[in-house]
């Protein structure tokens, strides 16, 4: 058919995650507990892209003009660490008023892309629970989302 365009695209993702979890130690409030882990992501996108050029007729048919074919490779790989740290400040049995529980939460972690450098973002959040069926909660945190993979160009 004349004029139109045909794209394939080959994509591959590889992943290998080692993470650990569990009790760290104990305060009076209750237990510590600890999460940490390490992630290898790779991912990779191949697309051709074959359009027509209008320089002439194509071989296999007079109404089909010549075409251009177009390889772009896509790639990423990422390494990740993250630390979580969950740490009870104050227990019900500790009978503190307007404060049945506290507890404290944070953690981290960092990212090395291969196109777009590190980033590093924690995490702190807070719940306190008042009395039964009042509990308020805070937190802050920062974020970075990569562009789509595609999006970046061909470094070959």
């Given amino acids: ?15 290998f995650t080692l993470g650990i979890n569990g009790d760290l130690f104990r305060l009076p409030a209750g237990t510590v507990k600890v999460a940490a882990g390490y ?3 790779n ?3 191949q697309v051709i892209a074959t359009t027509p050029n209008n320089t002439g007729p194509d071989i296999r048919s007079p109404v089909i003009k010549g075409t251009q074919t177009t390889q772009y490779t896509f790639g990423r790989v990422v390494d990740s660490e993250y630390l979580e740290l969950a740490i009870p400040l104050i227990s019900p049995s500790m009978g503190i008023a307007y404060v049945q529980r506290l507890d ?8 090395l892309y291969s196109d777009f450098g590190g980033t590093s973002n924690p995490k702190y959040s807070t719940t306190w629970l008042v009395m039964d069926g009042f509990k308020l909660t805070s ?5 970075f989302v990569a562009a789509p993979l595609d999006a970046v160009g061909d470094k070959s």
């Avoid at 404290?104 to 990212?111: E, L």
């Avoid at 937190?139 to 974020?143: L, M, N």
């Fill in 43 to 45: 991912a990779g996108n």
């Fill in 139 to 143: 937190s802050y945190s920062t974020s």
């Fill in 1 to 15: 058919m004349a004029g139109n365009s045909y794209t394939t695209s080959l994509n591959n993702f590889n992943q």
């Fill in 39 to 41: 992630e290898h992501y």
């Fill in 104 to 111: 404290f939460d944070i953690s981290g972690r960092h990212d």
